[in-house]
């Protein structure tokens, strides 16, 4: 396998004007007849003129049985089938080309391209997915106008569907039938889809800003109909937000999402013809958490805002992921801001972003968020290219302000609808609109890595003055050693002895953005009466790490008195990993350390204070994960992190036991369902609070869990219930059994269930030992064929730091067993499941010898996909 490179980029030699596809679906294969009108780029003339220096024609496909070739309605057979390659030579400026393959979806383990879920045909096309199909100019920046006509049996699949409007069905000989559809908009090949089954639909209908009717439906075997209203009604909240908040309106008359249980991603946002993997899309209040209920209410607007930013407007090549990505990730996050709680999906985001992207941008695969190059373009759905490029794209709209960014975005969909176009245009409209100047600003799409900003501060007395001085570094990362400086803005704020907040400026502001663009700068701060406590980074206003020598004592005083309720919470959440850090440390050490009172104490107050907002609290109870004390650890002892986390928790739980039972009983109310903000708010500081309970080792405490789950009205409260008696431990076996059966009894028939059912012993550091990984793996609800399950288990089990990384290197030798196995079947999963592996640089030496060691493996072993062979070789 070979790098491309960004700098290598060219425009093709031809255009595809329309694209004319046939599918005649059998049981044992599939025909697919291709028409294209082809013409020639005539920008790309390299000087040679006339019809001999024509350029070759070099379509791309892959796994294909080539039947035949026409050119102009004429048989024809000059050209070559090399590599993966349909070259033709000697054409003219324009002509049209046919070709006949002969496919096998049936067989199609890679679940990209044209393949089967539980009897049903589905597609998933993105990135390079469609050369699985037929040959064709398969490239983003190709862009075509498709009809589609699918033929199948009718009884086995009554329901044909593909991008567009669908203008012509009718009946076949022997039992099938034919619908056929034509899509208006120009799209890539990346963006077509299609979908044959015995399926149900929902209906509903939305009308659009202009007064169009448009038709909304979403797709289900018949069995999970009932688990699709809560999607319906994200669609319509979606189509309505986009409206007002950017003034986009849908552009066909249907709009179309189809649920299917083998799917590598989430979801893919086909035009008008949404798929996504049933994960994503289907929840009911017994069936599906409240995680889960703002999961789909995401997804479902991430799909349907990509119209816009996604689909109209494209991305010229895959180097330009970000463009559609990050900003269709700012988009959604926003949405969900002002559909649930703005603070809570602050401190969502940042978590994911400091657990997994700052990791990411830490170890070998780290890359900008527009990439320079890479080996295999499945490798870079990355939560760089996501989750930080909508922090880059949420720092735009933070230096213009909502109106100019909305602008900005005007003009950018103006000026590039039916184009296929760069980050650089991006941020190009933004400066055209706002008149502000993003030179240095680009260096976020340039530059990998996570900027560092040492702050140190002094006050003077005589003066009144208080200086801050904030010096950025960001660590060398794969062929970046050195990097230039970064323009961060830096949101701050001043706070008194009395917690309260101090004027900043002229203005009367008491919040303010430093727009930090040096190696060193200082900020200087007149009338300040007393020495300030500094709140830095408020709402985390950049994607940074942030070391200023708070004390424990000032963590305290800011988890306290912060008025930026991120800040609150981060405040405690430094409290806590500084005191879980200083345990490991002594456990190293071969010490044993007690837990912090000053941390006890202020988790009490948390606990006890009546005046805040229970989301608030619910979160700010909530420890740090392993995974992200993992990463801010210098070096990472699981075994030790593990054990230090979990003390610190039970003597959290025991000092306060009397209080966080009062409160579980105060919310311990039955009221029918609702997925609202305040809802699950309760139900969350509620279940955090059983959570702290049963880890105490004190049957008492296990039976409110064993209480609740049997009381439960809905699938949160239950599946925590389950967390919680699972993750007591094995002093009380029995009683874990008991509930996993009656669960497993309870909702063996909901796949989607099952994986969570899975999921939660494979993490479970007392359950999810390797003998029992391989029992999970054997059960009949187990499939190895189904990304879900495998991430379920090899997922839970990888992140299981307890069992995943005990100490003779089984764990790591399992894993790699199995993902050498399903790399032949499935390359996409199988290189997502190697990410906890990469991390073996920074764990404690003996870990880190034996990741190393399964990493040569892999990386010894012949015949690897370019998905695994691209992240083992950059890994070691
Ligand atoms: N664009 C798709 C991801 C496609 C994955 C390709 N391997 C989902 C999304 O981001 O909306
Ligand atoms: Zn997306």
Redesign the pocket.
Known sequence: PKAIYLKDYQAPDYWIDQTNLTFDLYEDHTMVTSVLSIYRNLDNKSGKQGEDNLPELVLVGDDLELISVEIDDKPFSDFKVEGGFLKILSLKESFTLKTVCRINPQENTSLEGLYKSNGMFCT?C??EGFRKITYYLDRPDVMSRFTTRITADKTAYPVLLSNGNDIERGELDDGRHYVTWEDPFKKPSYLFALVAGDLQHVEDHFTTMSGREVTLRIFTEAHNIDQCDHAMISLKKSMKWDEEVYGREYDLDIFMIVAVDHF??????NKGLNIFNSACVLASPETATDARFQRVEAIVA??YF?NWS?NRVTCRDWFQLSLK?GF?VFRDSEFSADMNSRGVKRIEDVNVLRTAQFAEDAGPMAHPIRPESFIEI?NF?TVTI?EKGAEVVRMIHGILGAEAFRKGSDLYFERHDGQAVTCEDFVKAMEDASGRDLTQFRRWYSQAGTPVLNITDEYNEDKKQYKLTIEQSCPATPGQKEKEPFHIPVRLGLLDAEGDELVLNESGATDQVLDVKQEKEVFAFDNIEERPLPSILRSFSAPVRVKYDYSREDLLFLMEHDSDHFNRWDAGQRLANSVIDEMVAAFEQGRELSVDRSLIEAFGTVINDESLDLAVKAEMLSLPSEASLAEQAVEVYPQFIHQARQQVKKAIAEAHKDSLEALWQSLNVHKPYRPEAEDIAERTLKNTCLSYLTSIEDKAMLALAEQQYHGASNMTDRFAALVSVINAGNHDRELIDEVLADFLELYHQDTNVMDQWLSVQAASPSLGTLEHILTLMQHEVFDETSPNKLRSVLGGFAGNMKQFHRTDGLGYEFLTDQLLDLDKKNP?IASRLMTPLTRWRKFEPGCRERMRKALERIKATPGLSSDVYEVVTKSL
């Open positions: 998933q993105e990135a590598n991603m989430g979801a893919m946002e991430h799909e990509h996604g990505e269709t499945s759905y996501y996409q």
